[in-house]
Every structure is written in C-alpha cells, then in structure tokens.
T-cell receptor
Framework: EPEVTQTPSHQVTQMGQEVILRCVPISNHLYFYWYRQILGQKVEFLVSFYNNEISEKSEIFDDQFSVERPDGSNFTLKIRSTKLEDSAMYFC???????????FGPGTRLTVL | AQKVTQAQTEISVVEKEDVTLDCVYETRDTTYYLFWYKQPPSGELVFLIRRNSFDEQNEISGRYSWNFQKSTSSFNFTITASQVVDSAVYFCALSERGGSNYKLTFGKGTLLTVNP
C-alpha cells in the first residue's frame, strides 16, 4: 500500500540554523499539508499546498517558514532561522482529490538546541 | 471557525473494560468530515475512521465503534473489550469542505491507558 514518507526521522539543530524537512507524498495525490505537534499538545495545521502554490496558511506559518515542491515527488518545509519553540514533531500529509482522508507520514522530530 | 473539543484529557481502564472517548465539534459548514486518529507511543498518526456530515449511521469495525450525532455535534468513539495495545493518544479531527483546502482541525487528544 502506498504511503507518505518523511526524512529525516529526527533532526537536531542549533538555534538560528536553517532546516529542511522532506516529504514524499503518495504519487497521485494533489493536496499537500504540513502540521506541527509540540510535545504533549495537539496537532496543528501549518500550511496547505495545491497546484504548486500555498492554498492556506495558519498564523504559525510566518515568514521564517516556506514550502516547496521542487520536483514531481518531494514536498519540503524549510525553516529559515530555527527558534527553540520550533522544536516539535512535523507531519506531512497528502490528500487525493476524490476523497477527504488525509494520509500522514511518520513525522520528523525536530529538536532545536 | 471550526473547533473540536475532547474534554477527556486522560482515561485509564483495566483490560477488557469498554471505554468511550468523547468528541464534540463546532462548524458553520453543512458539509464536513469527521475523523479519528490514533497516535501510539511511537508517534505516528494512524487513521481510524472518516465520516461525512450526511451519513449519521453508526459504524462498527471489530472492537471499535463510532456514534455520530449531528443533533449534539458529537462523534464518540467506543472501544469494546479494551486491550493493552489500545493504549495511545486518540485525536478527533474535523475537516470542512469549504474552499479547496480540507485542512484538519484536531482536538487536544485523549490519552488512553489500558492496564493489564
């Protein structure tokens, strides 16, 4: 069964450094998402992406965040200058056009020191 | 704006007990979808069920059952004869069909601990 994959599974970085989190969505899906879960808290929507552009972003998704689909398979989340409060699990999800079930990747745990 | 409330922060039961996880939602949309996801200690989000707003039939899948009631805006989840492997955080989520977005709004989750 096809699945969403994410790399790396765990990333440790120093405050102020740039990080890129990578996702490979399911191949025939058209909608892509990033969510964030701070440890022990709920899963929060960050951004949605459709037709090569952002369709919606939350107030969390400020100027230090960006998303890109550089080729036909990868979907990336870049954090330009990480802060301690960016430490969280980041989930990628993709959605096929005809159904509304989002398939989540296993997540990337980001630790900012 | 859409909102999902899971009032139970933590529930602890003994194996073989039945347990119900509550979920109450708010939305202005007439077309929406409700979901339950399981998050085991390993951290991934495991999809359990999706329900659309036009289908109020209850659903049973093995030991799991779901009760959707539009009149009370609730979508409760029952585990019958719980097992230790059911221990996880369970999230209820809502997706509105408005726009082209389908983003999910999650509740805060309920930590279920099933003790042997």
């Amino acid at each position: 069964e096809p699945e969403v994959t994410q790399t790396p599974s765990h990333q440790v970085t120093q405050m102020g450094q740039e990080v890129i989190l990578r996702c490979v969505p399911i191949s025939n899906h058209l909608y892509f998402y990033w969510y964030r879960q701070i440890l022990g808290q709920k899963v929060e929507f960050l951004v949605s992406f459709y037709n090569n552009e952002i369709s919606e972003k939350s107030e969390i998704f400020d100027d230090q965040f960006s998303v890109e689909r550089p080729d036909g398979s990868n979907f990336t989340l870049k954090i330009r200058s990480t802060k301690l409060e960016d430490s969280a699990m980041y989930f990628c999800a993709s959605l096929p056009v005809l159904t509304d079930t989002q398939y989540f990747g296993p997540g990337t745990r980001l630790t900012v020191l | 704006a859409q909102k999902v409330t899971q009032a139970q922060t933590e529930i602890s039961v003994v194996e073989k007990e039945d347990v119900t996880l509550d979920c109450v939602y708010e939305t202005r949309d007439t077309t929406y979808y409700l979901f339950w996801y399981k998050q085991p200690p390993s951290g991934e989000l495991v999809f359990l069920i999706r329900r659309n707003s036009f289908d109020e039939q209850n659903e049973i899948s093995g030991r799991y059952s779901w009760n959707f009631q539009k009149s009370t805006s609730s979508f409760n989840f029952t585990i019958t004869a719980s097992q230790v492997v059911d221990s996880a955080v369970y999230f209820c989520a809502l997706s509105e069909r408005g726009g082209s977005n389908y983003k999910l709004t999650f509740g805060k989750g309920t930590l279920l601990t099933v003790n042997p």
